[in-house]
């Protein structure tokens, strides 16, 4: 944490968006946890389903990207908030 | 801004545009640009001989209409809901070449990185499924299907209630918009710090940092590939979220 905000002060002298920065990267990283682990499990569960039974591989497939779509959004949020603290 | 030495722009240059003329920029004509494309393939591949093998134009139209009606329309409203056809693909083909101007050149920007177009879009989609859930079910019992999944204990109904109302009504025109707003955004910074990079070190001046381009250009190339990939696939997504909302509109869980 304090490296990273030295690191930071180096390119970016003015304290209030250095602090918006720090902020910002956390915001995503932090943001990618669970969609990763959510996607992980919706695509490898998906994957298990498909070989089980591949006459079921197009209905799995569709439902798996309703899956993606709706886990994703959460890190999609993330990073919609990383770019409001970077730049507004 | 500068890092290592290393100059890159601020973001506003990445995504405000020069007026072409008074309120009407390059996003705004790569819209216009993607409507006119969606309709002149179509009058194309119709004003082909349906009796003949179909060709060129007359596939992508003919391919496309039965993956949207196979694919999108039958798994999720059902047969009913072929009526739905012409809107998903219509909607299907605006955001894919809204999407796919990201990667062509002279153009690289895609319309659909401005919150405008996916918020207006989003908002159409609100509207459309909306009208269709009261036209079908009633204003109060549109409402109560929405609030009130069927098989809750009835005390969860307090707790359940409030957030299905929520997630309807509120949540879905939001993640909708933001799904592709973001993921188009993302793409499009992607490419770009990539393709600055490259730019950057060829032009950097100090020998040593000259041959090390051919990572990030690398990088920008595989990413190219990608963004094609993702500018389907969002509008893949963005096309089924809307038939599964207008299928929940049309055919309540009982």
């Known amino acids: 944490m304090e490296a990273v905000s030295i690191l930071a002060q180096q390119f970016n002298p003015d304290e209030k968006n250095n602090q918006a920065a720090i902020g910002a990267g956390f915001a995503y990283g932090l943001a990618a946890i669970g969609p990763g682990i959510g996607i992980g499990y919706v695509v490898g569960k998906a994957i298990e389903a498909m070989a089980r039974q591949p006459e079921a591989a197009g209905m799995v497939r569709t439902t798996m990207f309703l899956g993606i779509a709706f886990t994703e959004a959460l890190a999609l949020i993330g990073f919609v908030v990383f770019i409001l603290l970077k730049f507004a | ?254």
């Open chain 2, 1 to 254: 801004m500068s890092v290592f030495a290393l100059d890159f722009p601020e973001i506003s240059h990445l995504l405000v545009w020069p007026d072409i003329f008074p309120s009407f920029n390059k996003v705004a004509l790569i819209g216009v640009v993607a409507v006119l494309a969606t309709v002149i393939i179509f009058v194309l591949a119709n004003r082909k001989d349906p009796m003949k093998a179909p060709t060129g134009v007359r596939n992508v139209a003919e391919v496309s209409v039965e993956f949207i009606e196979g694919d999108i329309v039958l798994q999720t409203i059902g047969r009913d809901g072929l009526g739905w056809t012409p809107f998903l693909v219509s909607i299907f083909f605006f955001v894919f070449f809204c999407n796919i101007t990201e990667i062509i050149p002279t153009a690289q920007m895609p319309a659909t990185a401005r919150m405008a177009i996916p918020a207006t879009m989003a908002l159409v989609v609100w509207l459309v499924y909306n009208t269709v859930g009261i036209k079908h079910q009633g204003f109060f019992s549109y409402l109560k299907n929405s609030c009130f999944p069927p098989g809750v204990p009835f005390a969860l109904y307090f707790l359940v209630a409030p957030i299905e109302f929520v997630s309807t009504f509120i949540v879905r025109p939001f993640s909708l918009a933001i799904r592709l707003f973001a993921n188009m955004l993302a793409g499009h910074l992607l490419l770009v710090t990539f393709a600055i990079l490259t730019d950057a070190l060829i032009t950097a001046g100090t020998a040593f940092l000259i041959p090390i381009f051919v990572l990030p250009f690398f990088m920008l190339v595989f990413l190219t590939a990608f963004e094609i990939l993702v500018s389907v696939l969002q509008a893949y997504i963005f096309t089924i979220l809307t038939a599964v909302y207008i299928g929940g509109a049309t055919h309540p869980d009982h």
